[in-house]
Structures are given as structure tokens and as C-alpha cells.
């Protein structure tokens, strides 16, 4: 009877993917599908004392408005124009554009190894909230709710004319957010960007091959599983994804099969707003700091897109954590990563029951090796 047992046991689990003791403690690959790539998963590699680069903590002293603040309301921004004296979101074009609409074409050479081509598209800035000292987790569900809204209207907008419409937030120093201030970046382009390319050619070819969207599959099958799940509700679904490369990285889905944000009903993006705030808070908690991140919406590409099919395509966020061990402990993506493959430290199991047992982390400790946290 115990053999059955395990037996009906390893078949759920391969159903689940779940992984293995062995593959839990020892090296192994995993496939990710968006990027038709593999990533070195070491869990084995935490148990070794650190010794390297330890970051300072983030200062907690933020002030709710600094008039020397580009980003707050009434500040004189580089290019001597004077916010307004917003009281929700706010956006405004770029100062500095990596994109501009107007650019001329650098020409071509015909020469394979010498290629170029036109970029165009406009860089946009979004400031979620006039408060200096607050970010995401901190703000109220009907806050995050407008912030959901503007990130619709700008598909719409932007998505009328250009190819891509990449919303993405950079939080913390850590990842090189220069003003503490809560906002994102827009940037539109007439070109589709290497990361979305990848997730239109694997999304497509995965519908081809297996008649359900690859995205809507994966959620459904992680739903049912809950080894990865972070958290979730009637709409929407956060897990540590199995092909995951950076530590605590996550990835928010929608239940329902959706092309881009425009296309979420009023109920959804409430129940966005609902799960954001939650996904945000437990990174917050892990290791009660400002959890640093970027991350970014990936839906089906706009412009001439517009009127082809994109079935194959559901949409999508990316969350990228830099922490590892710590809130002064990051991971560096260097030397094997840069020159041969993706590789992270622990298995994406182990970080969800991290993320998701925060106040029990000195069982971590026991169950993979942590020399410290």
C-alpha cells in the first residue's frame, strides 16, 4: 500500500512539475519557455559563506516632499518646466529620452555584420502618487487602482501607433532608480524590443504546437499544483515561475485568457490593484526592507499588430528582484551567467516558501543551508 502511495505521489507530482530530492539538492536545468532558454539552478551553492559585496541598507528617511525632487508636486524638473500640484498620478514626457519620434534614419549597409536600422518612439514618466515616502505596498487599493487605469489609457494611446508600449518600474537604488519618489517609465516603440520578440516567437510557437496558449496552460496547471504559488484570488495568479533565474523573481498572470491591459474588466483590475498590494507586501516583509525590484507588463504588441491575430499571446508581469540572502546580499548575474548560461542559487520551491512563511525564516536556515540572513 505504501508503494502504491508513493507511486500515485510521483505521478501527481510530475503533473504538478514538481521537482525531484535529487534535483532539489543537486544541480539541474530547467527549459523556460518565453525565452526558449535554459537556466542552472545550484540550490546547493546558499550553503557557502559570503564574504563578498554587502550593500548598505536603503535609508529610511525619505522626506513626503522635497521641493529639490524632479518628481514631486511644484518642483522645477531639468528642463525648467513646474509640476503641477497633483494630488494622484501624474505624467509627463521624459527629460531624457532614449526614444524620440522624430529621429532620422541612420540608413543601412548591406553588410550582414553591419546593420542598422530606425528607432522611434517617445519615453514617457508616470508618478503614481504626490507623497514622496509611500510606494505600491503602501498605497490604498483605490490608489493602485488608478495607477491600472493610466497604464490602460497609455496602451491605448501610445499602443494606436507604436509597435510596443513597455511599462516598467525600477524601485530602490539597487536598481538604479535615481529619485525616491514612486513612479514608473513608459517607452513606445516602432519596434519590437529582443524580450518581447522572444515571447511573441515561443508564445506563437507554442500555440501551434499544443492548441492552448502557453501562458494560460502554465497558469492553470500552477494553479492546481500550488508548489509555486505566492498568492492569488478570483482574477489572478503570482508564482515563483518554475524557469525563474533571479532568486525571488515572480511572475502575475491573469486567469482569464487576456491580450493586453485595456482589455481588463473594471472587477479585474480592482482585483489587480488587490493582488499587487499583497504580492508587494511579502516582498516588503521577507526582509523587512523596501523591497527593491523591477518589473514590467508584457501584453500583445499594439500599432499595425492591432488588427492580426494574437491569440497565442496572454498577458503578463514580470517581477525582478536583485536581494539573494539579504536585504544587504544580492545576486550578481557575472562571469558564468554573462558567458554561458543563467544560473540561480536556489530552487524557485524554496523561494515561495520563503515568500510565503517570511515570519518562520529560521526554518530556511535548516532546510537549504543559509550561512546568514
Not at 515572480?250 to 489587480?272: I, N
Request: aromatic share 10%; with cysteine; hydrophobic share 35%.
Amino acid at each position: 500500500r505504501r508503494l502504491h502511495s508513493d507511486t500515485r505521489e510521483r505521478r501527481r507530482a510530475m503533473t504538478r512539475g514538481d521537482v525531484t530530492p535529487q534535483t532539489a539538492k543537486h544541480q539541474h536545468l530547467r527549459y523556460n519557455p518565453l525565452r526558449d532558454s535554459w537556466v542552472l539552478v545550484s540550490a546547493h551553492r546558499m550553503k557557502r559563506p559570503w564574504k563578498g559585496q554587502v550593500e548598505k541598507p536603503p535609508e529610511d528617511n525619505t522626506p513626503r516632499h522635497d521641493p529639490n525632487n524632479p518628481l514631486c508636486p511644484g518642483s522645477v524638473r531639468a528642463n525648467g518646466e513646474v509640476n503641477p500640484e497633483y494630488d494622484s498620478t501624474f505624467m509627463f514626457d521624459n527629460d531624457f529620452p532614449a526614444l524620440q519620434p522624430d529621429a532620422p534614419d541612420p540608413g543601412s549597409d548591406h553588410h550582414p555584420l553591419f546593420q542598422s536600422k530606425a528607432a522611434r518612439g517617445v519615453c514617457k514618466v508616470m508618478c503614481f502618487h504626490p507623497w514622496s515616502d509611500i510606494t505600491l505596498p503602501l498605497m490604498q487599493p483605490a490608489e493602485i487602482r488608478k495607477v491600472i487605469d493610466k497604464w490602460a489609457d497609455l496602451i491605448v494611446e501610445l499602443g494606436a501607433e507604436y509597435t510596443w508600449v513597455q511599462i516598467f518600474e525600477n524601485k530602490g537604488a539597487m536598481m538604479g532608480c535615481s529619485n525616491p519618489h514612486p513612479h514608473c517609465q513608459v517607452w513606445a516603440s516602432n519596434f519590437l524590443p529582443n524580450e518581447a520578440a522572444l515571447a511573441e516567437r515561443c508564445q506563437r510557437d507554442f500555440l501551434q504546437k499544443h492548441g492552448e496558449p502557453l501562458l494560460v496552460q502554465y497558469a492553470r496547471m500552477e494553479a492546481q499544483a500550488q508548489e509555486r504559488v505566492v498568492v492569488e484570488n478570483e482574477h489572478w495568479l503570482v508564482v515563483v515561475p518554475y524557469w525563474a533565474t533571479w532568486p525571488f523573481q515572480t511572475l502575475l498572470l491573469p486567469r482569464r485568457h487576456v491580450f493586453r491591459l485595456p482589455d481588463l474588466t473594471a472587477q479585474e483590475r480592482d482585483s489587480l490593484a488587490s493582488i499587487m498590494k499583497r504580492l508587494l507586501t511579502k516582498y516588503d516583509n521577507l526582509f523587512e526592507v523596501s523591497f527593491p525590484y523591477s518589473m514590467g507588463w508584457h501584453g500583445a504588441p499594439t500599432g499595425s499588430h492591432l488588427q492580426e491575430d494574437m491569440s497565442h499571446w496572454q498577458l503578463h508581469a514580470h517581477y525582478y528582484p536583485p536581494l539573494l540572502r539579504s536585504a544587504t546580499i544580492r545576486k550578481f548575474m557575472v562571469g558564468y551567467e554573462m558567458l554561458a548560461n543563467e544560473q540561480r542559487d536556489l530552487t524557485p520551491e524554496q523561494v515561495c516558501f520563503l515568500l510565503n512563511n517570511y515570519k518562520k525564516r529560521h526554518i530556511l536556515v535548516f532546510a537549504i543551508g543559509f550561512s546568514q540572513f
